[in-house]
C-alpha cells in the first residue's frame, strides 16, 4: 500500500504532475505571461518540441547513467546500442506494420539482450580497455548496418524514412483537434520517460542498486562480501541497453528518420559528457543531463547574446570555443555535476557561516573576494570574520 | 527518499493510462491516406495554402539555412554562409525587394542528421522562415526534406545532388548543384575518353553520395569498356591511405573519388607524395574549389581534372565574377572571395531574382510559380541559362570540365580550376514557354 505522504510531498508531486502533463498547453494557457523576461522563454510553442527530445534523451541518459554512473563501466559506445534499438523498433514499425508501443518494447528487450551478451566479454576489461572496445562497438555499427547482409531491412545508406515507408508519427484522429503533431510526440515520449524514470529510481535504491554501487567503488570488496561480481556487472550492461533500446525506438519514433550516422562517434562521446555534466550515479543527473543536452544550443545562444558587443567581434565564430569553455569551467567547478552541486546547496549556509568554504577553480578566485560581503549579510556580524567581534579583520593587520 | 512503493492505485492508474494511450493509437492507425502525409508522386507533397505569407512581412523577408559551421565539413559551410552574407547585404543596400529588407538566419548542423533536424525546425517554428535556401549535405538534407515538404515550407536551391530530392518533383523543393548521377556519367565519359580500356579505382563515400557517383560513372565509362574497381570509406574517416595502397595494388590506371574536400585531399596526397604514385584524378564536382589547393599540396592536386557549373573566381574578365569580387570586396567583412563564396552568393542571387519575379505581393505559392517559371535567365556566373518547369525542378544542368591548374609565376603560386573543352549539356527544358 502506498504510504501517507506528508502534505508538502503530496503538494510538489501535484505541481510537478501538473508541470509535465501540462507543458505543451502553457503556452496558450499562460499566453499573457509570454512578454515577461524569464517565464516567457518557456512559452514559445517550438519548446514543446524540444521538451519531446528532454523526454527522449532522458531515457537514454538514465541508460549510460546507470552503467557508468552507478556501476563504474565507462562506455565510449552507448550510441551503438541505442543506435540498435532505433533499427530494430524501425524496421518493426516500417516493415512488419508493429504497433508502437510493441516495437518500443521489443526494441528494448532486443537490445537488452544484446547487451548482457556483451557484458561477458566486458567481464575481462576495466576501465581505459573497456573504454576502448566499446568505442569499437560504435566505430564499426554504421558499417555493420550497411552490409549486405542485412541491407534488406536497414536499407544500407539510404536510412529508414517514415514518410516514405510506413507511417509518420502523427496523432490520432480521434485526438487530432485537441493536439497537434508537437503535443502529440511530447506525449509519446514523455510516459515512457517517467515510467523508466520510476524503475531506475526504484532499481538504483534496491539490492540490485546496491549491488551496483558496490561492484563500482570497490569490486574487490564487493566479490569479498559475496556480491556476484560478474553477474551484476553484465546485468548492467544489460539493463542499460534496454535503456538505450527503449530510447533509440522513442527516438526513431518522434523523429522519423534514421540513417547509418545518425548514432556516430560523435554523438556517442557527447552522451558520455553530458552525463558527466549532469552528474554521475544520481537520478537527478540524468535529469540535468537530459535538460543540457536538448537544450545546449539554446545556452549557447543565450551567453553569446549576453556578450557585450558580441556582434562586432562575431562571436558566432566562436559558438564551439564558448561551448567548449562551458565545459572546462563545469567540470572544474563540479566533478560530481549539476546534481553534485545540488545536493550541496543546504550545506553551503552552513559552511559559510563557519567560515570553512573551499571551492575549486575558478570560484576559488572569485569566492575569497566575496565571502566577506556575503558574511555579512548572513550574520548581520560587524565583522566578516566570526572570531572577532570589534569590526576589524585578520588581513587589516600586519602578519 | 526511500523507494516509491507503487500501490494499487498507482498501478490501475499507470494501467490506465497505458490501455488509453493503446486504444488511441489503434484507433488512429489506419490514416496513412490523409492529406498530410506526403505520397512520393509527381507533383506530390503538401502544398502551402493559397494565401502563406510566414516569414514575409512588410519590411522583411525571413529566410533560413542550415549548413556545417563546424566539424569536418565546415570547409564548405563558413564560405558559403560568407557569400550568402555579403550578397544579403548587397540586395538590401540595392532596395531589397521590392521594399522588403532579406533577413537570413543560418544555424550550424555540423553535416549531421539530428542536428539538422533540430536546427531546421527551430527555423521553421520558432524563428518562421519564409523558405530554407541552400541547405548542405547529403545527410542533413535527407533527415529534414521529407519534413519540409509535409510542412509545406520551400526547400530551396539545394546543395546536395541525391537525385532523390528532385526525382520524384516535389512542388516545394528544389535542387542546385548537379545530381551525382549525372555528375558521375560526365567524368566517366571523360574517362572513357581518355583513358579508354584503362583501370578505373573509384573511392567512394560509404553514402548515397558515392553510390549514386558510381552508378553515374559506371554507365559514362561503358564506351570506354573501362573496369571499374571500388573501395569505400565512412564519414568520419580522414584518412584514406589504406584505401589508396590497395588500388595501387590492383595496378589501377585512374583514379575516380567522390568524396568531401578532407578526404579526397588525403587521398590525393597519399598517392602522389607519400607512395610517389603519379595516377591521373578524376575528383567529384563538390570538391572543385580552392581548399583543396591547400589541403592536398599544389604539387600534388595539380592536374586532377573536375568538372563545374559556373565560372570560376579566378576568370576575373567576367562581368558576373567582376561583381562578386567588387561586393565581397564591400560587404564581404574581410573574407577572400572563394568558388563557395561564389555558390552562397548564387543562390542567395537566384532566390531574389525568383522573389523578384512572384511580385509586391509575396505568398510562398506565388515564389514557387516564380520559381518554376524561370527559364532562359543566367545568373551572373552561370555558363548557362536556368531552365526550370514544372517538372524540372533543377537549374543547373549543363557543365563544363576543369583541371587543377598552379601557376608559379605568381608568388606564392596561384591555384584555379581552369576550365577546358566543350561544354556538356543533359538539360531536360531545352526550350522555354
Redesign the interface.
Known amino acids: ?3 501517507t505522504l506528508p502534505w508538502r510531498r503530496v503538494l510538489g508531486l501535484a505541481l510537478l504532475g501538473f508541470l509535465i502533463i501540462g507543458f505543451p498547453y502553457f503556452n496558450t494557457m499562460f499566453e499573457f505571461m509570454s512578454g515577461w523576461p524569464l517565464i516567457g522563454w518557456f512559452l ?3 519548446r514543446v ?1 524540444q521538451a519531446m ?1 528532454f523526454g527522449v534523451w532522458l531515457v537514454v541518459l538514465m541508460g549510460l547513467n546507470l552503467l557508468t554512473g552507478y556501476n563504474g563501466q565507462i562506455s565510449l559506445g552507448y550510441a551503438a546500442f541505442v543506435a540498435i534499438g532505433a533499427y530494430v523498433a524501425a524496421i518493426l514499425m516500417t516493415q512488419y506494420g508493429a ?3 510493441v516495437a518500443v518494447l521489443a526494441a528494448g528487450a532486443f537490445t537488452g539482450v544484446v547487451g548482457f551478451l556483451v557484458g561477458v566479454p566486458a567481464l575481462r576489461l576495466s576501465g581505459p580497455y573497456l573504454a576502448i572496445a566499446t568505442l569499437a562497438l560504435v ?1 564499426a555499427f ?2 555493420v548496418v ?1 552490409h549486405d547482409l542485412v541491407s534488406d531491412w536497414t536499407h544500407a ?3 529508414i ?1 517514415f ?2 515507408q510506413g ?2 508519427p ?6 487530432k483537434d485537441r493536439v497537434d503533431n ?1 503535443q502529440w510526440l511530447y506525449y509519446c515520449a514523455i ?1 515512457p520517460a517517467v ?1 523508466m524514470t ?1 524503475l531506475a ?2 532499481l538504483t ?2 539490492r540490485i542498486g546496491r549491488a551496483f554501487l558496490a561492484v563500482r567503488d570497490t569490486e574487490l570488496g564487493a566479490g569479498q562480501m559475496g556480491v556476484n561480481v560478474a553477474l551484476y556487472k553484465m546485468t548492467a550492461f544489460g539493463i542499460s541497453s534496454f535503456y538505450a533500446g527503449i530510447g533509440g525506438a522513442l527516438f526513431v519514433f518522434t ?3 534514421l ?4 548514432f ?4 556517442s562521446l557527447t552522451m558520455l559528457v553530458m552525463v558527466v555534466l549532469g552528474g554521475l550515479g544520481s537520478i537527478l543527473g540524468s535529469i540535468f543531463a537530459a535538460a543540457i543536452m536538448a537544450w545546449r ?1 539554446d545556452i549557447v545562444s543565450e551567453i553569446v547574446g549576453v556578450i557585450p558587443r558580441g556582434q562586432e567581434i ?1 562571436i558566432d ?1 566562436l ?2 570555443a564558448i561551448y567548449g569553455g562551458l565545459l572546462v569551467i563545469a567540470i572544474i567547478t563540479g566533478p560530481w555535476g549539476l546534481a553534485g552541486a545540488v545536493r550541496r546547496l543546504p550545506r553551503i549556509k552552513d559552511r559559510l557561516v563557519a567560515g570553512k568554504f573551499r571551492f575549486p577553480g575558478v570560484s576559488g578566485i572569485v569566492y575569497p573576494a566575496v565571502r566577506p560581503f556575503l558574511l555579512r549579510r548572513l550574520r548581520g556580524a560587524k565583522s566578516a570574520d566570526p572570531s572577532r567581534r570589534d569590526g576589524t579583520e585578520a588581513r587589516d593587520e600586519p602578519h | 527518499m526511500a523507494r516509491i512503493r507503487i500501490g494499487r492505485w498507482a498501478w490501475l492508474l499507470v494501467v490506465a493510462l497505458l490501455a488509453t494511450m493503446l486504444v488511441f493509437s489503434a484507433c488512429g492507425g489506419g490514416e496513412e491516406e490523409k492529406e498530410g502525409t506526403p505520397q512520393a508522386t509527381k507533383g506530390g507533397g503538401a502544398t502551402p495554402s493559397a494565401g502563406d505569407t510566414t516569414g514575409v512581412t512588410d519590411t522583411q523577408i525571413l529566410l533560413g539555412g542550415h549548413l556545417p559551421l563546424s566539424g569536418l565539413a565546415a570547409a564548405w559551410g563558413v564560405d558559403l554562409k560568407a557569400g550568402m552574407d555579403a550578397q544579403v547585404a548587397y540586395v538590401n543596400d540595392n532596395g531589397g525587394v521590392y521594399g522588403r529588407m532579406l533577413k537570413l538566419i543560418v544555424e550550424d548542423d555540423q553535416y549531421t542528421g539530428p542536428l539538422a533536424s533540430e536546427v531546421v525546425r527551430k527555423l521553421v517554428e520558432q524563428d518562421k522562415v519564409f523558405a530554407i535556401v541552400g541547405g548542405l549535405g547529403t545527410v542533413p538534407d535527407s533527415a529534414v526534406y521529407k519534413y519540409l515538404e509535409t510542412n509545406g515550407v520551400p526547400d530551396m536551391l539545394m546543395l546536395a545532388g541525391l537525385s532523390k530530392f528532385t526525382d520524384p518533383v516535389a512542388r516545394t523543393r528544389f535542387g542546385y548543384l548537379v545530381d551525382y548521377t549525372s555528375e558521375g556519367r560526365i567524368l566517366g565519359q571523360y574517362i572513357a575518353q581518355n583513358f579508354p580500356g584503362k583501370k578505373v579505382g573509384f573511392i567512394e563515400q560509404n553514402d548515397e553520395f558515392g553510390q549514386e557517383g558510381e552508378a553515374g560513372l559506371r554507365e559514362g565509362v561503358k564506351d570506354g569498356n573501362n573496369e571499374v574497381v571500388v573501395e569505400s570509406f565512412e564519414t568520419t574517416e580522414n584518412d584514406l591511405s589504406a584505401q589508396v595502397s590497395r588500388l595501387k595494388n590492383q595496378n589501377v590506371d585512374v583514379l575516380a573519388i567522390y568524396g568531401e574536400p578532407i578526404q579526397a585531399t588525403s587521398a590525393i596526397k597519399n598517392a602522389h607524395e607519400t607512395l610517389n604514385w603519379q595516377v591521373p584524378v578524376v575528383i567529384t564536382g563538390v570538391d572543385a574549389v580552392e581548399i583543396v589547393g591547400a589541403l592536398a599540396g599544389l604539387d600534388n592536386i595539380e592536374g586532377t581534372v573536375s568538372v563545374v557549373y559556373a565560372h570560376q573566381v579566378y576568370e576575373k574578365d567576367v562581368p558576373g565574377i567582376a561583381q562578386h569580387l567588387d561586393i565581397m570586396a564591400k560587404y564581404g567583412a574581410g573574407k577572400t572571395p572563394t568558388n563557395l563564396t561564389l555558390v552562397g552568393a548564387s543562390i542567395i542571387e537566384i532566390m531574389t531574382k525568383i522573389m523578384q519575379d512572384a511580385g509586391p505581393d509575396l505568398t510562398r505559392e506565388k515564389m514557387l510559380d516564380a520559381a518554376e517559371a524561370l527559364c532562359g535567365w543566367t545568373p551572373s556566373a552561370g555558363v548557362a541559362p536556368i531552365n526550370m518547369s514544372p517538372t524540372d525542378h533543377r537549374p543547373n544542368e549543363v557543365e563544363s570540365y576543369v583541371r587543377a591548374t598552379v601557376d608559379r609565376s605568381t608568388d606564392p603560386p596561384t591555384f584555379t580550376w581552369q576550365l577546358f573543352g566543350d561544354f556538356v549539356s543533359f538539360e531536360s527544358t531545352p526550350k522555354c514557354p
Open positions: 500500500m502506498t504510504r514559445v510553442p517550438f518540441f527530445r504497433h508502437v508501443i566505430i554504421p558499417q550497411k545508406s539510404q536510412g524514412n514518410y516514405e507511417t509518420p502523427l496523432p490520432p484522429e480521434i485526438l508537437n510516459v515510467i520510476i529510481w526504484n535504491r534496491s523523429e522519423a528518420v540513417g547509418p550516422s545518425t556516430d562517434i560523435n554523438i544550443a562575431r565564430a559558438r564551439g
